[in-house]
């Protein structure tokens, strides 16, 4: 059976669903080259701000026992830096370029996002609501007035459709809140499921130590840690908010967590931790795999089983 895995929204035509998770191999140009020259079906920039950041001391990524522990602190060239890279960035190549900003302040986010949209590029803006590893200061997704305030400001400058990363939500109360407030803003047309479950703290029973540096070792998790997590969020979003797309990424590592995910309602998937660990490859590794089940389950594209998962 013929298996196509190609998805088609925004606009935008991807080959396959899978690209990297905002933050993975999109630093510099020759990582996001990298990713391009991949299977992915797209690719993100690492999350921008309006100067370049060092971001936070190392050690700052660890790997751990049911994924990985990281506090960054949002290490990037600067805007402009994936500004240029947009510019030059070959549109025509049937592989979708994501932008992520991710200003310190909403000053900066709207500075941002007006420099975007007046080089008029063929590129989807992702806003980050939720890196959780800035110390002091917390994450715009968990207040729900001050993401309201954001994207009302966003919209005033910015009438492209564009998205936003969430972070991770444990309550109904929370995602029907934050739904509500999301469904306020036609023009934001995706949302990102999930950023890293942040705040975490891994500790090395043999060092009897943290196992990263920033904050005392807290961090974001990621990989099989936050698996459940994501896809509870990309199926509550899924279901609350009106003619969205739902991004899925967390604790995608081969073809049966990229089935769950769009079982669960995802349109498309990132990579996080499994491409920090694996590498490129991981992306053909996944797609395989993921084309394997679909044959066995006799499924010949993404649509036979996107949003389909049963409840009891
Ligand atoms: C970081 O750079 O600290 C990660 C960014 C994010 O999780 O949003």
Request: charged share 20%.
């Amino acid at each position: 059976m013929a298996i196509d895995l190609s998805v088609s929204w925004l606009g935008v035509n991807m080959e396959n669903p899978l690209y990297n998770a905002s933050g993975v191999m999109c630093r510099s140009r020759e990582e996001l080259d990298a990713v391009a020259a991949s299977a992915a079906g797209a690719l993100i920039t690492k999350s921008c701000t309006l100067s370049a950041r060092e971001g936070n001391p190392e050690p700052r990524y660890a790997t751990a026992p049911f994924g990985s522990i990281n506090s960054m602190g949002l290490p990037n060239a600067g805007y402009e830096y994936y500004l240029d890279y947009a510019k030059i960035y070959d549109h025509a190549s049937g592989k979708p370029l994501f932008v992520s900003i991710s200003g310190m302040t909403l000053e900066e986010n709207l500075t941002m996002l007006k420099a975007f949209r007046d080089a008029e590029l063929p590129c989807l803006v992702e806003l980050n609501l939720s890196c959780p590893n800035l110390p002091g200061k917390a994450q715009i997704g968990y207040d729900f007035a001050a993401s309201s305030h954001v994207l009302s400001e966003v919209v005033k400058v910015y009438d492209k459709p564009f998205g936003v990363k969430l972070p991770p939500y444990f309550d109904p109360v929370h995602f029907a809140e934050m739904a509500s407030v999301l469904n306020s803003f036609p023009s934001l047309k995706y949302v990102t499921c999930i950023n890293s479950v942040g705040n975490g703290l891994v500790i090395d029973i043999d060092q009897e130590s943290v196992v990263i540096k920033p904050k005392a070792g807290l961090g974001g998790l990621g990989g099989d840690y936050v698996l459940p997590t994501a896809l509870a969020n990309v199926r509550e979003f899924s279901r609350l908010l009106d003619d969205k797309h739902v991004i899925g990424c967390g604790g995608i590592k081969s073809g049966r967590e990229a089935f769950m995910h769009i079982l669960a309602g995802a349109t498309a998937i990132q990579v996080g931790t499994c491409l920090y660990e694996e590498g490129v490859d991981c992306f053909a590794r996944i797609l395989n795999e993921l084309a394997a089940i679909m044959e066995a389950k006799g499924y010949s594209k993404l649509a036979d089983f996107r949003g389909k998962l049963r409840t009891m």
